[in-house]
């Protein structure tokens, strides 16, 4: 094939930490893995005799089954971890739990933690490959990933497209890998929502800040509505979701303002009526179905890539 | 418990540099009788044990205001024994311990219960703070006068502050009555919450909760204000922020009594880091910016810091071992405080050792008001005895503390402190 990028990455901890190319390697090797759902026998032997651990610390859905069903396709035998406790410094430590796991002979874990470090914490600690499936509001990769991917699918590349992302800033990991991914791909970046929402030193982030989101929408390719995560939020950061509605929520009536092909985008799971309108969220622009698809091509790539690399190293 | 010896000691041709005396000059030291007998050029006695202290600084022993021992309550973390045992071999003479223990130091038969343990330690001079209030829990004040009179030299509710702006001016108007200092680690919880580092552009990145610079601050000058109506001694607690010091220098202006310390890792380190997760990094108050870090060396070289202290805080590999956010706060550093503050300070050019040793002698005495930190003829015999240029590797497996949550360790450091004698007797030398 003569690829030019090598992908080196043992663990995929976040995107912050990748360039450019290695990003696009893992959009390109997904590619390859898109058709597999139009398969009548949609499994490949690329992981055969592989075991995948899904450690889930905190609620998913999604995510978890989309990483089950990646590692099943690629035919790794997948053992399901979950455990939600609020409180992490009790009963066994992370590390413990872990190490556990790889004496029975895991080769990749895909973590899910609230507190943010923690796949970092198990990279460092550990043999296995480490895939981060969200930790507290550090990164979501591979979200982040599936949301490049569904925007080049439908628009073939990022390149100076003006992305708003709308909501909880502060609380978010799925912001944070968008920002990288998007940024590093060649889109322009508008972050939205109200002060109290966007985290520290923003305009540090290579972004622009808006709190208003009527003042962009008209110039926006792309808008990707974060979830309320009203376990995450303290305090009272607005007065009421009605008030957050009417300034941040997608409505009929904004979607009128924006461009006709504008890309309603958001990770899930969605407050009907609260960010978005229904009838957005069901609407034409919507590639909310698609991202939930993408992201099982997406997890498939990253989880035959870092085995490889796993593989080289020896 | 073994009964005090007295020890005669010659230390021959050391720099002696006693700030509190101006006194920086190559002399001989006669130490007997647990004091300094006779200081002066080619001293003899006959069954003195000799130092030969030529190249090398003799200075008062060191004072750290603060300090963890752990005990009574976390004794895997660290004990008075290990604790003390660390701090003579940093070169201290006397430490401030925390009342953060577990029970606390709210009272005062756990306040002489320190003070024992560190007489049979038989290390370092220990000196207690207790808490401000019961429990530490913010609400109802400790008993200030019976825990004075027990010996604590001041009071704080260090690991936190206290947050009620009325239990803090009762506690400074009732404290006001002892000779005492209160003391404050200031940090406004409704701004600091759950925070876990410098609240900033790293923070952010890494997804961490962050405590802004202004917890400490608001704290900082609240409690300025609430002692101008009392005029009580107040002291700042670990300082490490730009606009900590613009507050101090501003009151230390007016001529309130006010003082303040700062920690090795806030002069030397920055949230920089903790780019890694590496809770070694994750302390109270949390590594700042660089730009915070210059404004702390300036209040140095303004002379508006008191006193260098370590805030020495032990804790289990176990504990640092999980994820940051569960992580403990905390540096465990008396061992390596000496070279640490030489690199910040003398090696930028901020200080010189005789300013640099002011502010771990007769400077934090003052703070607490002991009659410590100078060694004149007739001085009780707390003294260091250091090799300045000496270079070593900080190697946890040498410490005496228990714990080694220490971001230091594999760090190349100058000074190394080789005799701490403390009340005339020689009690840490270090390994040849």
Known sequence: MGRKTQWTHKHLIGLSDLTREEIELILDTAKSFEEFSTRSIKKAPTLRGKVVVNMFFEDSTRTRNSFTLAASRLSADVIEFTKTSSSVSKGETLIDTARNLEAMGVDIVVIRHSAGGAPKLLSRSINACVVNAGDGYHEHPTQGLLDVYTIRQMRGSLEGLKIGIVGDIAHSRVARSDVYAMTKLGAQVTLIGPPTLMPASVCDLPVKVSYNLDAVIEELDVINMLRIQFERLGGNPFPSVREYSHFFGLTMDRMQRAKKDILVMHPGPINRGLEIESEVADGPNSVILRQVANGLAVRMAVLFLVTQASTLEG | ?432
């Open chain 2, 1 to 432: 418990m073994a009964k005090p010896v007295s020890q005669k000691i010659l230390i021959k041709n050391g720099r002696l540099i006693d700030p509190k005396n101006s006194v920086d000059t190559v002399t001989d030291i006669l130490i007997d009788d647990f004091r300094v007998c006779r200081i002066g050029k080619g001293l003899s006695s006959p069954n003195a044990e000799v130092i030969d202290a030529s190249g090398k600084i003799v200075t008062p022993g060191l004072i750290d205001l603060h300090v963890h021992f752990r005990q009574p309550g976390d004794e895997e973390e660290e004990t008075i024994a290990s604790g003390s045992a660390a701090a003579v071999a940093g070169g201290f003479t006397s430490v401030v311990c925390m009342p953060n223990t577990n029970p606390p130091v709210d009272e005062a038969t756990a306040v002489e219960f320190v003070h024992r343990m560190g007489r049979q330690a038989r290390k370092t001079f220990i000196y207690v703070m207790g808490a401000i209030t019961k429990d530490r829990a913010g609400k109802e004040l400790a008993e200030i006068g019976l825990m004075s009179l027990a010996g604590a030299i001041g009071f704080t509710d260090d690991g936190c502050g206290v947050q009620d702006t009325g239990v803090m001016l009762r506690a400074v108007k009732y404290a006001s009555m002892f000779d005492v200092v209160i003391a404050q680690h200031c940090e406004d919880q409704s701004l600091a919450r759950h925070g876990a580092m410098n609240a900033g552009y790293k923070a952010t990145v890494l997804g961490l909760p962050g405590i802004d610079p202004l917890a400490e601050e608001m704290m900082l000058w609240r409690d300025i204000q609430l002692i101008k109506k009392t005029r009580i001694r107040y002291h700042a607690q670990h300082i490490s922020t730009a606009g900590s010091v613009r507050i101090i220098r501003q009151a230390k202006a007016e001529g309130l009594p006010v003082t303040c310390e700062v920690t090795p890792h806030h002069l030397l380190l920055t949230e920089e880091s903790v780019s890694d997760y590496n809770t070694n990094y994750k302390v109270n108050p949390p590594l700042r910016t660089q730009k915070d870090v210059d404004a702390l060396k300036n209040a140095v070289q303004e002379g508006l810091v008191d006193a260098l202290a370590t805030d020495h805080a032990p804790h289990l590999q176990s504990e640092k071992e999980l994820e940051f956010l569960a992580a403990p706060c905390g540096i465990a550093g008396l061992e390596c405080a000496l070279p640490l503050y030489r690199k910040a300070l003398i090696d930028e050019g901020i200080c010189d050792w005789s300013q640099m040793l002011a502010m771990l002698t007769w400077r934090p005495a003052g703070v607490i008001r002991v009659d410590k930190g100078s060694l004149a003829v007739g001085d009780r015999a707390d003294v260091a005895i250091i090799d300045p240029d000496v270079e070593w590797t900080v190697d946890a497996d040498r410490f005496f503390s228990k714990s080694r949550n220490c971001p230091y360790i594999g760090w190349k450091l100058k000074s190394k402190v080789l005799y701490t004698i403390v009340a005339g007797e020689i009690r840490y030398r270090a390994a040849t």
